[in-house]
């Protein structure tokens, strides 16, 4: 009834448009503390972009491991997928005593910013190469897999199931590219329940003797930073991601960034990079790299947000501008 007096159509004309207005262009997650950017402008114009092509033009690349795993929990260190293997049902003691080893001789070179990625290059595939070397003569029995990683602690980040499920709702492919185990990396996620018809992984895959024990690892090896490598020789296997220019991009590892080397003719690409582990010595590499920086956030809240603007914000700019002409 209020509405059919004339002098209130102004008002709640400016209200709405304001609203409006604020409704399409505020992220509250953005502006929290946790979060850094280099160029808030550039980041906002790129999630309008996106929002405008649509979840038809969207593709997400994602790294595992400390990206959509949590990277601690209650004060301990979440397992990777290599580290899941450390179970006495599937390697001995002097096993995992020697992989302890080589984790606290590599990882430190990994992270380590003082030491550029051509230094950390040659290290890097030592480490993989040894670990690998040692897990196949362990033998690893595939049917004992599932039990590791239900008895292992992993988890993924708050919020994991919502990324999943709405990338799988709206049909939006999941590429998960990953250096670590793929197979341990398929069953946290089987067992999480968020394993997709939407989700592709690349990984480093283990090949099976006929008795199901391990006797190697498959293809190309994959470590933190040769993703780049990666990316462009898998490119043309996976065809459902043409035609789909728009990229969020998510990893914890400057490696990370060169996931989506192998999308051509991408038109808008979002990184958000988690630094998780020295944070202040690191900051000032990641701000200049990734497009948005999430500081010891271990949940998905961020990204779920941004997601949430590109897939949803058109209906609901439809809604309001169905509600103002309702009004008016
Ligand atoms: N033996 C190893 C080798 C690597 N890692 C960690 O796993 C991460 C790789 O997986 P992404 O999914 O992040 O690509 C990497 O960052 C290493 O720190 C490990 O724990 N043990």
Redesign the pocket.
């Known amino acids: 009834m209020i509405y059919h007096i004339p002098w209130i159509h102004t008002p709640v004309r400016t209200v709405l448009a304001i609203w409006n207005q604020l409704t399409k262009t505020e992220i509250p997650e953005l502006a929290k503390c946790s979060v850094l950017m280099r160029e808030r402008g550039r980041v906002e114009e790129t999630i309008h972009s996106m929002q405008r092509a649509g979840a038809g033009s969207l593709q997400v690349i994602s790294?595992?491991?400390?990206?959509l795993t949590r990277f601690a929990h209650n004060g301990r260190r979440v397992p990777?997928?290599?580290?899941i293997l450390i179970n006495r049902l599937l390697i001995s003691e002097d096993c995992t005593q020697k992989?302890k080893v080589?984790?606290n001789t590599y990882?430190p070179i990994?992270i380590d910013p003082s030491r550029s990625v051509e230094e950390k290059l040659p290290l890097m595939v030592e480490?993989?190469t040894k670990?690998h070397e040692l897990l196949i003569q362990q033998r690893i029995r595939k049917d004992l897999l599932a039990q590791a990683v239900n008895e292992s602690g992993t988890m993924l980040r708050d919020g994991y199931k919502s990324f999943f499920d709405r990338l799988a709702e709206q049909q939006i492919p999941l590429l998960i590219f990953?250096?670590?185990v793929g197979d341990v990396l398929e069953e946290v996620i089987r067992q999480n329940q968020v394993f997709h018809p939407n989700v592709n992984i690349i990984s480093n895959y283990m090949d099976f003797d006929p008795t199901g024990a391990l006797q190697a690892f498959k293809g190309l090896l994959i470590h933190?930073f040769n993703k780049r490598e990666g990316a462009l020789s898998h490119a043309a296997g996976l065809k459902n991601l043409q035609g789909r220019p728009n990229v969020l991009l998510l990893g914890?590892?400057l490696g990370d960034l060169t996931m989506a080397d192998g999308v051509s003719e991408h038109q808008n690409i979002l990184t958000i990079g988690f630094l998780n582990d020295q944070v202040e010595e690191r900051k000032e590499s990641y701000i200049n790299s990734f497009d948005i920086v999430l500081v010891k956030d271990e949940t998905l809240d961020v990204p779920n947000a941004i997601l949430s603007y590109i897939t949803s914000s058109r209906d609901k700019k439809n809604i309001i501008m169905q509600y103002e002409d309702e009004l008016l």
Request: charged share 15%.
């Open positions: 790294d595992f491991d400390m990206t990777t997928t290599h580290n992989l080589l984790l990882y990994e480490w993989w670990v990953s250096a670590g933190t914890d590892s």
